[in-house]
């Protein structure tokens, strides 16, 4: 008999989902260093030009290599260059 439930029989349901996640977090870092000052970055003694570079480069060939570049990017590099951008006189 045939039932109408949906069973998966790959059992790889969750695989999309994480990688969507994976995907955000990598765009997310990349937004962030775009959104920065270079100023910003200097400040914090980061580059601004590496992080552009690893992020796409991270991003374009190499899923995994992207989330653990942008999640490293997000929990140590942003914080410093987001409170060395705070504390910069504004340059408008």
């Not at 045939?2 to 870092?29: E, H, K, N, R």
């Not at 990349?30 to 690893?54: C, G, M, N, Q, Y």
């Amino acid at each position: 008999s045939a039932t109408s439930s949906y069973s998966s029989s790959s059992g790889v349901d969750w695989v999309f989902p994480i990688m969507l996640v994976l995907l955000v977090l990598g765009v997310w870092a990349l937004v962030d260093v775009i959104s920065r000052s270079t100023h910003a970055f200097k400040a914090a003694e980061k580059s601004k030009t590496l992080w552009l570079v690893l992020l796409i480069v991270g991003l374009v060939f190499a899923g995994v290599l992207s989330v653990l570049l942008g999640v490293f990017y997000l929990v140590t590099v942003r914080p410093k260059v987001k409170a060395a951008g705070r504390s910069m006189p504004s340059l408008r």
